[in-house]
């Protein structure tokens, strides 16, 4: 309560002060500073269903989930019994348990690539160790990205394109050694044509292609029909292997992640022959596996996995790696992610995207919907209404539309990913009586979007 006369206490700017002096930008992760669209980031307590609570008390529909784990919603109350189930009976063990296997077996029934699974605790530390393995397995040093993509942030994919394609890629931070992106091609996404040409170059030097499954950490870009497939048959032509990074999309887009949509039996086939499956030979998880908890992994062809240490010469490790507290949040969300889950996931990202679009357009802002699965982002402007394919197209966007419009819907109640550049999750929470909360703040949202 606040006396009359008194200016009522900001309490998340005086917690975002106090943050800055402790923590350098005040955040653990940088997109949580609300760089790109300013102003204060909230400070939250409590995150439960389809909204988040932050530290004044204010409740928020919330549209990032996370950034993906949530999708039964927040604090379902199966993943939270599992955990204090699990952490009653100890935290750490740095030992075996049963349940490791059990999440192991659950993603290699689910995704057929995987023969054999390693968990470890972030993204970063997946595809840093699945590149690892993958130069073990080829003894070749060369690995390939697509610009845009964001595969964590270990020195060897930090990494931006040189000039021209089919050269080797320069540090995207300070910190990291030329020597290391010297490492890295960095391609454009969806151009065959470039990959080809990169091993046509260099195809003897090159370990592994990695890609995001169907991109989303630059705004939501799919893959275009086939050019997964046909990514690992000329990868397989020069020796070289596939890295499927699903650590958003895995478990989140469907029961099979990205690879179980494309290689789903029903609907228009990516292959020439109908029964063919594209097999990546080694894919990276996180996020939904973890249900919140820190768990992530890489998994695949059991012969380059076998390499791995102690079965193999390539070494990788962890204290907290299969972490009993949080697997047990990762087995209780999978478990629990039945086909009416996914449903309801598929159902709230379509009405989201299409009212979120037909507000845009009623106010004339031109806009693309980029959309994969149930993952879906904004790109604004007549320049990319037709869509983007790549990491050039999403940068001709009108991007300084996204920061007053994200500013609208926080106002009104609704929490978007602090950035035009990254997807927006929902969850199975996402029920109609929520949606309709984000789809009232929308008119107001989209008049500002297009007065910037
Ligand atoms: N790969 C992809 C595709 C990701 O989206 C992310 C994180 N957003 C990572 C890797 C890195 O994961 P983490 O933040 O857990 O290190």
């Not at 070749?140 to 964590?152: C, E, P, S």
């Not at 029909?225 to 478990?251: C, K, M, R, W, Y």
């Amino acid at each position: 309560q606040t006396a009359p006369g008194v200016a009522p206490v900001d309490v998340n700017a005086e917690l975002f002060d106090r943050a800055r002096r402790a923590i350098p930008g005040g955040v653990n992760s940088p997109v949580r500073a609300f760089g790109s669209v300013g102003g204060t980031p909230r400070f939250l307590v409590e995150a439960r269903g389809a909204t988040v609570t932050d530290v004044e008390g204010r409740e928020y529909v919330d549209l990032v989930a996370g950034w993906g784990p949530a999708i039964l919603g927040h604090a379902d109350p199966r993943v939270i019994e599992a955990v204090q189930d699990a952490a009653s009976r100890g935290l750490s063990f740095g030992a075996s348990t049963p349940v490791e296997t059990e999440l192991a077996e659950l993603i290699e029934e689910r995704v057929s690539p995987v023969e054999r699974l390693r968990l470890v605790s972030t993204g970063t530390e997946a595809t840093m160790s699945a590149i690892r393995l993958a130069r073990g397995f080829t003894g070749r040093d060369v690995v390939v990205k697509f610009a845009g993509h964001y595969h964590g942030h270990s020195d060897g994919l930090l990494a931006e394109a040189g000039s021209g394609l089919a050269t080797f890629a320069l540090p995207a931070s300070a910190g990291v050694p030329a020597d290391v992106t010297a490492l890295t091609m960095v391609l454009p996404y969806n151009d065959l044509d470039a990959v080809r040409d990169a091993f046509a170059a260099h195809g003897d030097r090159i370990a592994a292609v990695i890609t995001e499954a169907a991109a989303a950490n630059m705004g939501v870009v799919p893959p275009e029909p086939g050019f997964n497939a046909a990514l690992i048959e000329l990868a397989h032509q020069h020796g070289a292997l596939v890295i499927s990074d699903e650590v958003l999309t895995g478990f989140r887009v469907s029961a099979g992640g990205w690879w179980g949509l494309e290689n789903a039996t029903e609907g228009p086939s990516v292959f020439a022959n109908p029964g063919d499956q594209y097999l990546p030979d080694l894919m990276t998880f996180g996020k939904v596996i973890g249900g919140g908890m820190p768990v992530a992994a890489l998994g695949g062809r059991a012969d380059v996995m076998d390499l791995l240490a102690p079965s193999g010469p390539v070494y990788q490790a962890g204290t907290l790696s299969g972490n009993p507290v949080a697997v047990a949040a990762g087995l209780a969300t999978l478990r629990a992610a039945d086909d009416d889950v996914y449903a309801r996931l598929d159902e709230a990202a379509s009405v989201i995207s299409s009212e979120v679009s037909r507000h845009l357009a009623a106010e004339g802002v031109a806009h693309a919907v980029q959309r994969a699965g149930n993952l879906f982002s904004f790109a604004f402007g007549e320049e990319v209404a037709g869509g983007v394919r790549d990491y050039a197209g999403v940068q001709r966007q009108e991007a300084w539309r996204y920061a007053p419009f994200f500013h609208a819907m926080l106002d009104a109640g609704v929490s978007l990913p602090p950035s035009v550049f990254e997807a927006w999750f929902v969850t199975a929470a996402h029920d109609d009586a929520v949606i309709e909360r984000i789809v009232s703040a929308l008119p107001a949202a989209a008049k500002a979007a297009a007065a910037a």
